[in-house]
């Protein structure tokens, strides 16, 4: 990489923690100049506006996301074993953020009512991850692991609701063993999801959690 894309990564990467720890909105020019030792014209230099600076944020938090928790979920086998691994992937992800804070949570905040490019981003972003889900959950479904008459959309719509509660409770309420919880809730999701006539050996991070 060039000087100058270095910096910019650096920059990014400052930028990352201070809105996962003050929102998109909190992130200012100044305050990432303050971090950087820079200048705001230095900072300003690598991005056309505080908007764009905060788009590039949510693109490399996206692109950490789908490294993390997407693209190494793609080498399980297609149908349950997959959507587990998704599963357990976005919630050690989530279980990391409890700390820091998830962008995509605290970004359906501070955006829900706030058209603009940011939110439009943000609904992208979220809708791409969701719907990854719902394929996934489809697959499982085609392919005898669940029940036919399982609603793919409705099964995803309960994982998602795990997942907040997680976030809800871990970083809200301090409350420990949420994650535990998680683990024991998408088992008995699956459990009521999954087709009796076939045999599916149940996940490590399932049975650890019971």
Request: glycine content about 8%; charged content about 25%.
């Amino acid at each position: 990489m060039r000087k100058g894309e270095m910096t910019r990564a650096a920059i990014l990467d400052v930028a990352l923690e201070l809105a996962s720890r003050d929102g998109l909105e909190g992130l200012t020019i100044g305050l990432l100049a303050d971090r950087m030792n820079m200048s705001k014209s230095g900072v300003f230099a690598h991005f056309g506006s505080r908007e764009d600076l905060q788009i590039d944020v949510l693109r490399l938090y996206h692109r950490r996301f789908e490294q993390e928790v997407f693209f190494p979920s793609l080498t399980e086998p297609r149908g349950l074993h997959r959507l587990e691994a998704m599963f357990n992937r976005w919630l050690k992800r989530v279980s990391v953020e409890i700390a820091s804070g998830c962008i995509y949570i605290s970004g359906a905040v501070e955006y829900d009512d706030r058209p603009g490019p940011i939110r439009e981003a943000l609904v992208a972003m979220v809708q791409l991850w969701q719907g990854a889900l719902v394929r996934c959950a489809q697959q499982a479904i085609d392919g005898g692991d669940l029940k036919a008459d399982t609603d793919a959309e409705q099964l995803v719509y309960e994982m998602y609701g795990l997942v907040l509660a997680v976030h809800h409770d871990a970083r809200f309420l301090r409350v420990p063993g949420a994650v535990d919880r998680a683990h024991r809730g998408f088992a008995r999701l699956i459990a009521d999801y999954r087709n009796p006539n076939t045999k599916q050996d149940m996940p490590a991070d399932a049975v650890h959690a019971q």
